[in-house]
């Protein structure tokens, strides 16, 4: 399990954060020369923040939603770039709140209006004393253009722990940390190669005939490579892939309708970036060249 981000001192400031079994942030306490400032309680939707509550557990101060929020009663509505950035924020009547510039590492700058959300750089949720994004992972730092915690993949991302987005962020995203993965190994009877998509938020897996329980060992015994711009859409890839025609033994056509075109037609139809399958249908050539 990946050390996640405990407390942040800044002067005699300190920001303290607890998690739940799901590695999940649950409890953020903002304390000043030692004494307890504000206290939120983070509950939870799978993996997106469905709430704000105050330290009683009980109050709601924030309900958040895909395209904006409600705080104390009030409706605020989000304009987002192609990342997810959000620039402008408006209330039900269309009035502009507050409108942020951002540089292509996510350093954040009020140019209009006044500060009335935490939601910013590809939908993180900023950590102002700390300077940090908070994702459900890790915690990114835009001064740095790193995260300040190792990836919970280690090598199988890369053999960078802390980069981010391939160093691309004008085009990437990473909420979590994690992504999708398109997996090769040799098939069993010995010919061909067997294509799958494999999930590094969870270790769950999907090919053809393989819907169920993952028996897959992903980036740590196969040749694998990352499908960029995935993260987040983890369970949508697997959906498609479980619910293709070719996961049907009476529908199989290799070639035509097999575990290669499973991987290449759910990348297409989410429309990802379908990065190739190593060694495609029959050649292994690249079975050595792990993680590219």
């Known amino acids: 399990m990946p050390a996640q981000l405990a407390a942040v001192n800044v002067g005699t400031h300190r920001s303290e954060f607890s998690y739940d079994g799901q590695q999940r942030r649950v409890r953020e306490i903002e304390k000043e020369n030692g004494v307890t400032e504000s206290d939120t309680r983070v509950l939870w939707c799978d993996g997106k923040i469905c709430e704000e509550r105050a330290g009683d557990g009980v109050t709601v101060t924030r309900r958040a939603f895909q395209h904006g929020e409600q705080i104390a009663g009030a409706a605020h509505l989000f304009a987002e770039d192609h990342l997810g950035t959000v620039d402008e924020v408006t209330d039900s009547t269309s009035t502009r709140l507050a409108a942020y510039a951002f540089d292509p590492w996510g350093r954040r700058t009020l140019i209009a209006g006044n500060e009335v959300t935490n939601v910013g750089c590809t939908a993180h949720r900023w950590e102002a004393p700390g300077g940090l994004w908070l994702t459900l992972r890790r915690a990114y730092d835009p001064e740095l253009g790193q995260w300040i915690s190792e990836d919970p993949i280690r090598f199988d991302g890369g053999i960078n722990f802390y980069g981010y987005v391939a160093e691309n962020p004008v085009k990437s995203i990473d909420p979590f940390g994690l992504a999708i993965w398109v997996c090769s190994r040799k ?79 759910c990348l297409s139809r989410l429309h990802l970036q379908d990065p190739g399958v190593p060694g495609e249908r029959l050649s292994c050539r690249d079975c050595d060249q792990k993680k590219k």
């Open 187 to 265: 098939t069993s009877f010995g010919v061909g190669n067997h294509a799958y998509f494999w999930n590094d938020k969870n270790g769950s897996c999907c090919g053809t005939f393989s819907t169920g329980a993952c028996k897959e060992g992903g980036p740590k015994t196969d040749t694998c490579r990352k499908v960029p711009g995935s993260d987040g859409l983890e369970d949508e890839v697997l959906k498609c892939c479980r619910g293709d025609a070719s996961n049907s033994p009476w529908l199989y056509r290799p070639f035509i309708n097999d575990c290669q075109t499973n991987v290449h037609d």
